[in-house]
Antibody, heavy 124, light 111 residues
Framework: QLQLQESGPGLVKPSETLSLTCTVS??????????WGWIRQPPGKGLEWIGS???????YYNPSLKSRVTISADTSNNQFSLKLSSVTAADTAVYYC????????????????WGLGTLVTVSS | QSAMTQPASVSGSPGQSITISCTGT?????????VSWYQQHPGKAPKLMIY???NRPSGVSNRFSGSKSGNTASLTISGLQAEDEADYYC???????????FGSGTKVTVL
């Protein structure tokens, strides 16, 4: 059974870089059928897609965050990572990693496997 | 890319049917049959309930169904049960500069 697990600091200072890793077990990220994405949810608010990556390294980013986001994949360790630079209090959120399908050449919003989520607080 | 519009809350009694709407644009909901729906209980990760407008993943109750008309997608829950009380989000592929856009979310209350 596929499992995803987020890891990283729970507290980040303003202006610094938030770094999270998602470790995938029970399946390989090196598949052409899926992309691997990050979604966040500020406390008490809705979901926001941050970005996604294929095992080959093709990335898509939310344009509202694109200038600050980098998503990378480490196929040897079956992990993918998120870096968000110049964080502010507005970046405080639960961050989820998740898997979604690609059919043909089109990524689909079928997020069918999720991590438990990790709360990242931006505060000095 | 702004979030798609969902009603903030919907309620119903056990056994009733309710429908949650998700209004987007011709660049997302109206342009593609790539709409999914998620159920999220407090403190839990979202769960995929519907994909590609009408399809249910294996294991999801057939009390959940999806549809679309124009720029609006809908999720219907029939035979409402206490365990259906949760937040629900739609998500669509978009041809705008983004890739995916989520809806604003709807809190479902079982009376």
């Amino acid at each position: 059974q596929l499992q995803l697990q987020e890891s990283g600091p729970g507290l980040v200072k303003p202006s610094e870089t938030l770094s999270l890793t998602c470790t995938v077990s029970g399946g390989s990220i090196s598949t052409s059928y899926y992309y691997w994405g990050w979604i966040r949810q500020p406390p008490g608010k809705g979901l926001e897609w941050i970005g996604s990556i294929s095992y080959s390294g093709r990335t898509y980013y939310n344009p509202s965050l694109k200038s600050r986001v980098t998503i990378s994949a480490d196929t040897s360790n079956n992990q993918f990572s998120l870096k968000l630079s110049s964080v502010t209090a507005a970046d405080t959120a639960v961050y989820y990693c998740a898997r979604h399908r690609i059919v043909g050449a089109t990524p689909r919003p079928w997020f069918d496997a999720w991590g438990l989520g990790t709360l990242v607080t931006v505060s000095s | 890319q702004s979030a798609m519009t969902q009603p903030a809350s919907v309620s119903g009694s056990p056994g009733q049917s309710i429908t949650i709407s998700c209004t987007g644009t011709s660049s997302d909901v109206g342009g593609y049959n790539y709409v999914s729906w998620y159920q999220q209980h407090p403190g839990k990760a979202p769960k995929l309930m519907i994909y590609d407008v009408t399809n249910r993943p294996s294991g999801v109750s057939n009390r959940f169904s999806g549809s679309k008309s124009g720029n609006t997608a809908s999720l219907t829950i029939s035979g409402l049960q206490a365990e259906d009380e949760a937040d629900y989000y739609c998500c669509s592929y978009t041809s705008s500069s983004s890739l995916f856009v989520f809806g604003s979310g709807t809190k479902v209350t079982v009376l």
